[in-house]
């Protein structure tokens, strides 16, 4: 059965807004695992324009799963995670501009940076995960980087605007979890998933954990975060 870990950095971000102390992160982390939540994520920025880094410490000595820290594959944040030791460190593209992560992970292209990076947290006994588009090529570079699992981008079948397109886009899924899998990764999914759209992807199988941030904290805002966090674990378990 595929777990569910709950990406809270859209609580941080409400936080920012007014620059003040709440909503406080490391609360909305122990609602979410006691409401069944498998795993707590988080992106530590660059631009810290959420996520800081207090935050990170304190998760570390507060989450009772798994903590997975998404981040960029540079020396400053290398250094953080080997510093706090997450559970898990998802390597992600960045860029300052992009509201949010526009796509996956080039690592056929930076094969050898990447696997300096894989190569460096997983000494530490950190487990490492790449974000990567469910692109053939891209499976197969990260599997040559040593990574242990790789997190599949979603976000083209969740913006897809017909059931053809949707169904596209999981034919490119499907194929790319078959191909992790027959290489011995681990693979995980997440970007743009929801209350809506979360059955389709799960019925697949060969997921082992779907992150989820922003759909959980938007209906979180009207029905709260415990009945959210339920909700969504209720979809992954019976789809």
Known sequence: MARL????????????????SEPDPVAAAAIAELAG????????????????????????????????????ASEEMIGIALSVMPDCCTLVPEK??????????????????????VERLQDAGIIVSLFIDPDSAQVKAAHKSGADYVELHTGAFAE????????????????????????ELGVNAGHGLNYLNIKKVASLGGIEEFNIGHSIISRAVLVGLDRAVRDMVELIQYA
């Open 37 to 72: 939540a498998d795993g707590i994520t988080i992106h530590l920025r660059e631009d810290r324009r959420h996520i800081q880094d207090r935050d990170l410490k304190l998760l570390r000595q507060t989450v009772q799963s798994r903590l997975n820290l998404e981040m960029a």
């Open 160 to 183: 897809a605007k017909s059931w053809k397109g949707q169904r596209e886009e999981l034919d490119k899924i499907e194929n790319a979890i078959r191909l992790a899998t027959k290489l």
């Open 96 to 117: 300052r501009q992009e509201l949010t992560t526009e796509g996956g992970l080039d690592v056929r292209l930076n094969l050898t940076s990447i696997s300096q990076a």
């Open 5 to 20: 870990g709950v990406n809270i950095d859209h609580i941080a971000t409400i936080r920012q807004a007014r620059g003040g």
